[in-house]
């Protein structure tokens, strides 16, 4: 190809018409280095410069130097001796705020670990104490209910002894044959691992599972029994069974009344 | 090293300036030299003296005064950042920021085409001077225009057109030749040959 052709695609790259195919092969000349189409290039923007200063010339419009002047007086100044300066102030300036910022970080940083960590305690105490109103709720109505039940002439109380392994336990029950009754019970040893300690109500032959022991680590329970539909309860019995409870006792007694 | 030590107190800095003094001629140059400094005087006077060139040539790719306003402090601004990569090796100031103006005055152009505007005018209108600035200027530069001919305007028509229709209307030379319905060829051509024929009229550089 010979350059003659690069001069044309230089007059069209100037006035900026150049597209598809030219386009790409005459940057990629240009990029080659090409002296000549640089010298070119150069000579026709000139000459496209020299046409617009020779034609009419026209006032802009006074806003934009004013906008132009506030925007330069808004942002720092390059290199003299007062950019200088004020660049090195404006560094000094955007450092210090870099470290107040880091500063800040690692403060807000610490004091969110302590706060985070005040938080789940908080939360920690309020789940202890939210469990012991529970437990105090639940102790203070079996109190309520006892009292109301010691109050009735028709309740009666029913001791329990401790059997066999459990010869040094005790167990005491509050019964009204209408409303039901509390059975409290004390020195009952730690069921075995899978065991767990079942209450019965039996009137007659036919024992009723009335609910499994909760021991605490005295190994003293206090809970209440739902009353029969009989109403009537001539024994009550304690026996070592399964942990979860048997509809019919299969274990040992550890304290039976009567 | 007198203007050395006046134009920021750093030695190293003069080898440079004196490189750019010999480089740089006339007072334009001068002007984006100090810019560079951050001189605000050099610039309100660069701008100044080039804003009335360029406007009117924003003005006639734009058309619409709001948009040519916003180009022109967009230009101004570039140059003011970029005062110090000026090259004077690379051409003149003049050269510097109308070849800037242009490109941004088509970016402008074509972003507005893009929003569905109609974009070349026809061409009647695309040859028409760009309307009156505001304030009192119109007389003024109703003078100018008897006085001054347009180099534009004494090329011939078709190599006017064409190059009206790539430097201020943004169109390509593929487009040009459609719309003319010309081979592209004839279209390089005579941009081409307008180009020649400009630089007849308004000169070489020095």
């Known amino acids: 190809m010979s350059h003659e052709t690069f001069e044309t695609l230089a007059a069209g790259y100037a006035v900026g018409a150049l597209d598809g195919e030219d386009l790409v092969q005459f940057e990629a000349h240009l990029a080659e280095g090409c002296a000549r189409c640089e010298t070119d290039l150069r000579e026709w923007r000139e000459t496209l410069a020299r046409t617009a200063v020779a034609e009419p010339r026209a006032i802009p419009p006074p806003g934009v130097k004013?906008?132009?002047?506030?925007?330069?007086?808004?942002?720092?100044?390059?290199?003299?001796?007062?950019?200088r300066w004020l660049r090195w102030a404006v560094g000094t300036a955007a450092v210090a705020l870099a470290a107040a910022g880091f500063t800040g970080m690692y403060v807000a940083a610490r004091y969110e670990a302590v706060l985070g960590r005040m938080a789940r305690e908080t939360a920690a105490v309020k789940q202890r104490v939210e469990r012991s109103e529970a437990v105090l709720r639940e102790q203070l109505a079996l109190y309520r209910d006892g009292v109301a039940l010691l109050?009735?002439?028709?309740?009666?109380?029913?001791?329990?002894?401790?059997?066999?392994?459990?010869?040094?336990?005790?167990?005491?029950?509050?019964?009204?044959?209408?409303?039901?009754?509390?059975?409290?019970?004390?020195?009952?040893?730690?069921?075995?691992?899978?065991?767990?300690?079942?209450?019965?109500?039996?009137?007659?032959r036919t024992p009723r599972a009335a609910g499994m022991l909760a021991l605490d680590a005295a190994g003293q329970?206090?809970?209440?029994?739902?009353?029969?539909?009989?109403?009537?309860?001539?024994?009550?019995?304690?026996?070592?069974?399964?942990?979860?409870?048997?509809?019919?006792?299969?274990?040992?007694?550890?304290?039976?009344?009567? | 090293m007198e203007g050395t030590a006046r134009i920021g107190g750093q030695p190293c800095h003069g080898g440079r300036a004196l490189v750019v003094k010999n480089g740089m001629t006339g007072p334009a140059a001068d002007l984006v030299r100090r810019m560079a400094t951050g001189d605000r005087d050099a610039f309100s006077r660069f701008?100044?003296?080039?804003?009335?060139?360029?406007?009117?040539?924003?003005?006639?790719?734009?058309?619409?005064?709001?948009?040519?306003?916003?180009?022109l402090q967009e230009v101004f601004w570039e140059?003011?950042?970029?005062?110090?990569?000026?090259?004077?090796?690379?051409?003149?100031?003049?050269?510097?920021?109308?070849?800037?103006?242009?490109?941004?005055?088509?970016?402008?152009?074509?972003?507005?085409?893009?929003?569905?505007?109609?974009?070349?005018a026809s061409?009647?209108?695309?040859?028409?001077a760009a309307p009156p600035a505001t304030g009192g200027d119109t007389a003024d530069r109703m003078a100018d225009?008897?006085?001054?001919?347009?180099?534009?305007?004494?090329?011939?028509?078709?190599?006017?057109?064409?190059?009206?229709?790539?430097?201020?209307?943004?169109?390509?030379?593929?487009?040009?030749?459609?719309?003319?319905?010309?081979?592209?060829?004839?279209?390089?051509?005579?941009?081409?040959?307008?180009?020649?024929?400009?630089?007849?009229?308004?000169?070489?550089?020095a």
């Open chain 1, 151 to 204: 109050r009735d002439p028709a309740t009666r109380v029913v001791e329990m002894r401790g059997v066999g392994t459990a010869a040094g336990a005790a167990g005491r029950v509050l019964w009204n044959d209408k409303i039901g009754g509390q059975v409290f019970v004390a020195s009952l040893p730690a069921a075995p691992p899978g065991k767990a300690y079942e209450l019965w109500t039996i009137s007659g």
């Open chain 2, 145 to 205: 225009r008897d006085a001054v001919t347009s180099a534009l305007e004494r090329l011939p028509a078709a190599q006017r057109e064409a190059i009206e229709l790539a430097y201020y209307g943004g169109l390509t030379q593929t487009e040009i030749a459609d719309r003319l319905k010309q081979p592209l060829g004839t279209v390089k051509t005579r941009i081409r040959l307008a180009l020649t024929r400009l630089r007849e009229i308004v000169g070489s550089p």
């Open chain 2, 123 to 128: 061409l009647d209108e695309a040859t028409a």
């Open chain 2, 79 to 120: 140059t003011w950042r970029a005062a110090g990569t000026y090259d004077p090796a690379r051409g003149t100031p003049e050269a510097w920021i109308v070849t800037r103006a242009r490109a941004r005055a088509i970016d402008r152009v074509r972003a507005v085409r893009r929003r569905g505007e109609t974009f070349v």
């Open chain 1, 221 to 258: 329970a206090a809970q209440p029994i739902a009353a029969t539909p009989d109403g009537r309860v001539d024994v009550f019995a304690v026996t070592l069974e399964p942990e979860g409870g048997v509809p019919a006792p299969t274990g040992p007694i550890v304290l039976a009344s009567k």
């Open chain 2, 47 to 71: 701008y100044d003296r080039h804003a009335p060139v360029v406007y009117p040539l924003i003005m006639r790719i734009v058309r619409d005064p709001a948009d040519a306003a916003d180009v």
């Open chain 1, 66 to 83: 004013d906008a132009l002047l506030r925007r330069i007086e808004q942002t720092s100044p390059r290199v003299t001796d007062r950019g």
